[in-house]
């Protein structure tokens, strides 16, 4: 009998449908994430030439938001679907230690890069646009910064509108939010 209760229990608890896999060190590893050396001038030339955006996920250890962005957002078919098509995507840790090189050629590593560039925030999401301004680092070159987690209809709107070359399309990040 106690077997019985206790195969019961274990079917009854939730099993969460888009959970993402964690990595070694504690961030979540979906299968479209770009791997490389974080050389992030190389990254945004390879995903133009490919006719891609680079989009950087800013990401910590045990952060709850970036779990639910990673099991609840992410993993929405429409907006899953259109990052497979349209993004390279380039995580970064908010302590991490690894070393990578910022679009004006400072090496640093990711915890004083997302320093650099005002982060403080996670998940925070970067949108770069194809062609930055010259010399520019991250912070600077970004069409687009988006600390936390958003609704599914709220990002797939920012991530059609980064897509389409964001503020090409005349208007504002803060126009698509606005709908």
């Known amino acids: 009998m106690k077997r019985l209760f206790l195969s019961l229990m274990l079917l009854s608890q939730p099993v969460a449908a888009g959970s993402v896999p964690l990595g070694d ?6 299968d ?15 995903a133009a030439a490919a006719d891609r ?21 992410l993993t929405d078919p429409r907006i899953d679907s259109l990052i497979r098509e349209r993004f390279d995507v380039v995580q970064v840790d908010l302590f ?14 990711e915890k004083r890069a997302v320093a650099k560039w005002g982060v403080a925030v996670t998940p925070t999401l970067i949108f770069l ?12 070159a970004a069409m687009a910064v ?5 609704e599914a209809d709220d990002l797939l709107a920012v991530l059609e509108w980064a897509a389409a070359d964001g503020p090409a399309t005349g208007q504002d990040i803060a126009d698509i939010l606005a709908r």
Do not use: S
């Open 129 to 140: 646009p194809r062609t930055p301004p010259p010399e520019a680092d991250v912070g600077r």
């Open 96 to 109: 991490g230690g690894t070393e990578l090189t910022d679009m004006d050629g400072e090496v640093l590593t």
């Open 146 to 150: 988006i600390p936390g987690v958003l």
């Open 25 to 30: 060190d504690g961030l979540h590893k979906p």
């Open 32 to 46: 479209w994430l770009k791997n490389g050396f974080k050389v992030l001038a190389e990254d945004l030339q390879d």
């Open 53 to 73: 955006h680079l989009l950087l996920i800013v990401e910590q250890r045990g952060c709850i938001y970036c779990a639910k962005l990673h099991n609840e957002v």
